[in-house]
């Protein structure tokens, strides 16, 4: 079956950098736009990032660009996020995304930033 496993959160200071990673399984990885989002306390989920398959198109929320990078590793099925310069805001919930039939998402991994 489909499989989204988020793993890399942590509690880092402002200013720091973390490494997100997503492992999928159960589906054509290289063929599907993998997606990031993030939810933080008492707010909706929100769009943080996304690579399209094949030539890796990216876009992201305005209010990650220039700080974060999604990437992909289609050989080890996963799916990156670098996050650079981080501030208190961008404590979240982490997860990831795909479409396989339906709306993916994995279990979510925890990010605090926080002196």
């Known amino acids: 079956q489909v499989q989204l496993v988020e793993s890399g959160g942590g509690l880092v200071q402002p200013g720091g950098s973390l490494g997100l990673s997503c492992a999928a399984s159960?589906?054509?990885?290289?063929?599907?736009?993998m997606s990031w989002y993030r939810q933080a306390p008492g707010k909706e989920r929100e769009f943080v990032a996304h690579?399209?398959?094949?030539?890796?198109?990216?876009i992201y929320a305005d209010s990650v660009k220039g700080r974060f990078t999604i990437s992909r590793d289609d050989a080890k099925n996963t799916v990156y996020l670098q996050m650079n310069s981080l501030k208190p805001e961008d404590t979240a919930v982490y997860y990831c995304?795909?479409?396989?039939?339906?709306?993916?998402w994995g279990q979510g991994t925890q990010v605090t930033v926080s002196s």
């Open positions: 995304r795909t479409w396989v039939g339906q709306e993916r």
């Open positions: 159960g589906f054509t990885f290289s063929t599907n736009t």
């Open positions: 690579i399209t398959s094949a030539g890796g198109r990216t």
